[in-house]
């Protein structure tokens, strides 16, 4: 085992019953991240990207589950963890922040309390020194005059300090990874940049690993050293977060990118993907995005493995777009 | 351009009126109690025919009690709104045939259409109300409308829940069309609705626009989509509009410390967001807003007098007006 892999998850796979046979949300997903790394992973409704951070936190609601592949945290294998193990983990060495904050908030209890709570659970220390580490934690992610608001509620503070409080929530055991699942979409375009400015600072100053799953590439650029793109359960490209940007390979990622408004002189038509995702009970014989790719041959029906076009940058195509030229960046 | 809307000082506050009990605890020396939330205060606004004016601001902005004055489904305080000159017809209090010219589509294609319905009678229903077509034409009606957003004949029997969420904003926006508008109001038309998708959406308004002469009032928080369909952008700070200018002069001349500070805000591909936050903290409460100009606790350039004196919106280059006295100051 790689001393510096913090997260390794092999052939992950999890699936739900449906009445039409089981349905793989996430379906082979091969990931690693080294301390102090941020991961982005981008994708559309459907694609599998939450279920794949809740498979990560053994948080997936019966009767899905995970049926194959192995997620080894920290060196240990944690795939046939129980729930009390899980326990133990979460919240202190993994933590997740999700999208909505005032859902992860207890609406009836003081910030304060809530927040000694989650160190109380893991540590055994007195309140007076669970306190303070929740004070320095509320000044870390930007809130002023902690004492006061660790007497507040929630309904106290907009939605912007509440995703702070719950970032200082998630910061207080000094987890060792932090898995954020679309933390800004609520948020103003100011309140999502100045977030956006405190994680990356935090994990900077800290070496916390993060994996911050959104549906805006915009977002993801700003924060990831990694980009994974998710499509129909699948990664379907990888890479450095600079090289993938300027050479996107797969046809589903230029697809993406070729849909952004900021991408085309205004007025112009976007270019949008046609069609919609498979169904996940139902995919198609060989390359989920086949259906949709004007590019597809008969080699598709052939499902490619995720392969390296270069050291950083990893496609899931039998004819990767870059490689062949087909697309140029502009420039 | 002839003026299809006009806005001439329009005010429209929410809140409690002051009730016997109030008057009663007033005249007994208590502070009076009543909160006025004024959400859309002294604003004038046009659009012209053909012409897709955006309008932009952060959650509490009052940017969408703006479009539903527009629209005609909220009554407005004081000051004119006037559709082709003539005063708005109120549509909560006429019946048949009024205020047919201005239509609504919101963000939540799912919430806008009855579940019960078939689609065949969402699309007629206001047509055949309003005595635009009569029962039996309906049928060809509804095919003709359907296929001018994209979508086939069999979907006419089906209903809401079998439709994807773009498939259903297509819904949504036949069944605006279908009382042949010459005014749409998109709130948030897109935001639901992931990027491939939206991109659809927008080439689909962008296509009615020009084959309908269609005019649009155009909200939504997200400025990459603003910025691609408008012809002119409108900011709103506080219910009160702080600029607005031709698409291309706001985006590449902001004049207002505001506009400067969301645009430079935007998670983009190719540039990263500064290490300083451009505008600290979040919106001030609208019920008590700040005194003099209402940006002014948030402004990186706010004067002695930006405190007590408001600004007014003024012309600064031709199509182009400030609401800010720094600005003014410029030579």
């Known amino acids: 085992m790689n001393p510096t892999k913090l997260l390794s998850i092999q052939g992950l796979r999890t699936e739900f019953p449906t009445p039409d046979g089981p349905l793989a949300a996430v379906n082979g997903v091969n990931l690693e991240i080294a301390r102090g790394d941020v991961l982005g992973i981008v994708g559309e409704s459907g694609s599998g990207k939450t279920v794949l951070g809740l498979s990560i936190m053994g948080l997936v609601d019966q009767p899905g589950r ?4 192995r997620i080894t945290f920290d060196g240990t294998d944690v795939t046939n963890y129980s729930e009390a193990q899980w326990q133990g983990l979460r919240g202190n060495k993994v933590a997740m922040i999700f999208q909505d904050p005032t859902t992860s908030l207890n609406p009836v209890q003081r910030i304060g309390a809530q927040m000694i709570e989650a160190i109380q659970a893991h540590r055994d220390i007195s309140s007076d020194a669970a306190r303070q580490i929740v004070r320095e934690a509320m000044v870390r992610v930007g809130i002023n005059s902690p004492d006061e608001r660790l007497e507040a509620y929630p309904h106290q503070f907009s939605g912007g300090m509440r995703q702070r409080v719950v970032i200082a929530t998630a910061l207080l055991n000094a987890p060792d990874l932090i898995i954020a699942d679309e933390p800004t979409t609520a948020l103003d375009v100011t309140v999502q940049a100045q977030i956006l400015r405190d994680m990356r600072r935090l994990c900077r100053d800290t070496g916390t ?106 496609v899931r195509c039998v004819s990767p777009l870059h490689e062949r030229g087909q697309h140029a960046t502009g420039d | 351009m002839p003026q299809v809307i006009e806005l001439k000082s329009v005010h429209r506050s929410f809140g409690k009126k002051t009730d016997l009990a109030d008057r009663i605890a007033t005249a007994f020396g208590a502070k009076s109690t009543a909160h006025v939330l004024k959400a859309v205060d002294d604003v004038d606004l046009t659009i012209e025919q053909g012409e897709v004016l955006g309008l932009v601001g952060e959650s509490g902005c009052g940017k969408s009690t703006l479009g539903r004055l527009v629209a005609g489904i909220l009554p407005h305080d004081s000051g004119d709104v006037l559709f082709n000159g003539k005063p708005m017809a109120d549509k909560t209090k006429e019946k048949t045939g009024a205020g047919l010219g201005v239509q609504m589509i919101f963000q939540n294609p799912a919430a806008a259409l009855d579940p019960r319905q078939r689609i065949v009678d969402a699309i007629t ?42 498939q259903r904003q297509r819904i949504c926006i036949a069944r605006a069309l279908a009382v042949n508008p010459e005014v749409v109001v998109c709130d948030e038309s897109v935001a639901s609705l992931d990027v491939s998708i939206q991109a659809q959406i927008i080439n689909l308004f962008l296509d009615l626009r020009d084959s309908l002469n269609l005019s649009y009032l155009f909200i939504s928080h997200d400025i990459s989509v603003v910025e691609h369909v408008s012809d002119r952008i409108a900011v709103m700070y506080l219910g009160q509009i702080v600029e607005i200018a031709s698409a291309s002069d706001l985006l590449e001349n902001p ?19 500064s290490e300083e936050h451009a505008l600290e903290g979040e919106l001030p409460s609208p019920l008590s807003p700040p005194s003099g100009c209402r940006f002014h606790p948030r402004c990186p350039i706010a004067m002695e007098e930006c405190r007590s004196l ?7 280059r031709t199509g182009h007006r400030v609401s800010c006295l720094a600005v003014g100051k410029e030579p």
């Open chain 1, 66 to 69: 995970v049926t194959a592949g």
């Open chain 1, 209 to 314: 690993a993060l994996i911050w799953i959104s549906h805006d590439l915009g977002v993801v650029a700003q924060i990831a050293h990694r980009v994974a793109v998710m499509y129909a359960g699948r990664i379907v490209e990888q890479g450095a977060t600079e090289e993938m940007l300027k050479s996107p390979s797969h046809p589903y990622t230029v697809g993406l990118m070729a849909s952004m408004p900021a991408n085309t002189p205004r007025g112009q038509r976007l270019a949008s993907i046609p069609g919609g995702l498979p169904q996940l009970s139902n995919l198609p014989k060989g390359c989920s995005f086949a259906p949709r790719c004007t590019h597809a041959t008969e080699a598709c029906e052939i499902l490619p493995d995720l392969c390296f076009t270069s050291a950083n940058h990893a």
């Open chain 2, 125 to 166: 229903e206001a047509p055949i109300a309003h005595g635009l077509i009569q029962r039996s034409e309906a049928h060809a009606f509804a095919i003709e409308a359907l296929g001018r957003v994209g979508l086939r004949e069999d979907a006419l029997d089906r209903y809401p829940h079998q439709f994807s969420g773009g």
């Open chain 2, 255 to 273: 004049l207002h410390p505001y506009t400067q500070a969301l645009l430079s805000e935007v998670p983009t591909l190719d540039k990263p967001l």
């Open chain 2, 310 to 316: 408001a600004p007014q919106l003024e012309p600064r």
